[in-house]
């Protein structure tokens, strides 16, 4: 099994930055990827971005490339968040994944509200 804490959630005004972070515990020998969902009020949980666990390598969606950057540190990573609009209000969950590839694992979830 893998525990997933996150922190760093908050409220903030359009255009500032959060980071958030996501460490891992466990059997983290077995994650591949760990990476950022959200989900906002009424609508289904989408994919944010992916950092390997055991490398640099980073992917994110096209609705926050440009404004999203990930980094790691051991079992521990980060979502800086930086122009922050009001439709990234939703809670962030962190997920890594398991032998079999898929989002096994996830985090309680972290709310980020973005006031305009």
């Known amino acids: 099994q893998v525990q997933l804490v996150e922190s760093g959630g908050g409220l903030v005004q359009a255009g500032e930055s959060l980071r958030l972070s996501c460490a891992a515990s466990?059997?983290?020998?077995?994650?591949?990827?760990m990476g950022w969902f959200r989900q906002a009020p009424g609508k289904e949980r989408e994919f944010v971005a992916r950092?390997?666990?055991?490398?640099?390598s980073t992917y994110f969606a096209d609705s926050v490339k440009g404004r999203f950057t990930g980094s790691r540190d051991k079992d521990t990573v980060y979502l800086q968040m930086n122009s922050l609009k009001p439709k990234d209000t939703a809670v962030y969950y962190c997920?890594?994944?398991?032998?079999?590839?898929?989002?096994?694992?996830w985090g309680q979830g972290t709310q980020v509200t973005v006031s305009p």
């Open positions: 997920a890594a994944t398991g032998l079999r590839g898929s989002w096994e694992y």
């Open positions: 466990g059997r983290t020998f077995s994650v591949v990827y």
């Open positions: 950092i390997a666990r055991t490398s640099e």
